[in-house]
């Protein structure tokens, strides 16, 4: 079973993107932890595209793929045209270097690397494809 | 998305969050909380009864504050979140950071012991 939700690059859109995925994955008895969890995690890398690579821009389209390829595993698939973010070339910051630098960004970062078992980057039909893995640890 | 409310209790400065926190309504929070700093508040209570969701820009908010209030001896503690907004915070290991409490009235009782 996959699920296809395209928008605009506003951050407006992230309540959306939560919903869409909260909708989506209601049939596949994913504990409500671990749900909370990937919706936050994808709620990170999605805002940090509109931002960074997109300016919040609303007219510049961003696909979300969800697939379940097994019970215990989801597999997220962010698809866009703008520059790539690759989170796996960013250092995740300390907590104590935030703190004194009073960074409200950052944290995004480390929620992704400790939520997702995986995060990978491909290219396909010309476009970036940030796949993000979960497996589920729960029986759900 | 969200709304925040302010309401002046014996002292402190209470900031209910209803709703969710995201990229795009974090400033909502972060203007709230200077605001009561800008009064000069030094005892800051967070409601987060209502709250629904938080995402890192509003966790941010919360840990850009930490050395001001240190310097400025302001108190902030958090109090009733939800077991999945609690687990937002433990993911980051924030809530060794931050003080947050169960109840209003064990954040009220450790705010006035933190603010002897």
Redesign the interface.
Known sequence: MSYQYNIGCSLSNLKGIREFIRNSLRNHHVPEVEMSAVILALDEMCSNLMIHAHHCNPDHKMGLLIDVPQPDTLVFEIVDDGSVFDINSFATPELGNLIHEKRKGGLGIRLVKAIMDKVEYVSRDGKNVCRLTKVLSGSG | ?VHIKRIQEEGADIIAIIG?I???S?IEL?LTIAKSVGEGFHKILVDCTALE?I???G???F??Y???FKDKQIHMVLFGLK??VA??FS????AD?LQIQSTKAEARKLIDELSV
């Open positions: 998305m969710e995201d990229a795009s974090s972060d969701y995402s890192s820009a966790l941010g908010v840990m850009s930490i050395e001001e077991e999945k687990n937002t993911i980051l290991g924030l950071l």
